[in-house]
């Protein structure tokens, strides 16, 4: 496992997220050239789950960017964000008064392992994810597009 001594690159609620690398450094394309190793970090005081490897394409967090901007705007409402691969997914409801709960499903790289964890998260968090999530847009930009 991967010790990080850094500040996570995006970080909701109690989930932190730390972009290594990309897989393929030396693909252009779309598919391959896209794919980033991670490390995502879920820890309460009372558990603490960890997944890394390459399990996030750069689309997924476009997409993820993309609901939080809706989540934003709207500040009602219920998104679903599955990525491309079945390790880190995403349930957010958007309730009365800015708050919205947020449902996390990490499966182990190895897929032998599957944990779900809900956290209330106020709207005023979104523009600091928003901001987190195209940061790490312009630090590793798409590719073969």
Not at 23 to 31: I, M, V
Request: net charge negative.
């Amino acid at each position: 496992m991967i010790e990080i001594q850094r500040k996570p690159d995006l970080s909701i609620g109690c989930l932190k997220l730390w972009i290594h690398e990309r897989e393929f450094l030396d693909s252009d394309d779309y598919w391959d050239g896209n794919w980033l190793a991670a490390t995502a970090h879920y820890i309460t005081a009372s558990s603490s789950v960890k997944i890394s490897g390459p399990f996030i394409h750069l689309s997924d967090l476009a997409n993820l960017k993309d609901s939080f901007q809706k989540l934003s705007a709207n500040l009602s409402g219920t998104l679903q964000v599955e990525f491309m691969e079945p390790h880190l997914s995403f349930e957010f409801d958007m309730s009365y008064l800015g708050q919205c709960i947020v449902v996390i499903s990490m499966i182990s790289y190895n897929m032998e392992e599957e944990h779900r964890f809900s956290c209330q998260l106020d709207q005023s968090y979104f523009p600091t994810i928003i901001e987190e999530l195209k940061r790490i847009e312009t630090t590793h930009p798409f590719k073969g597009v």
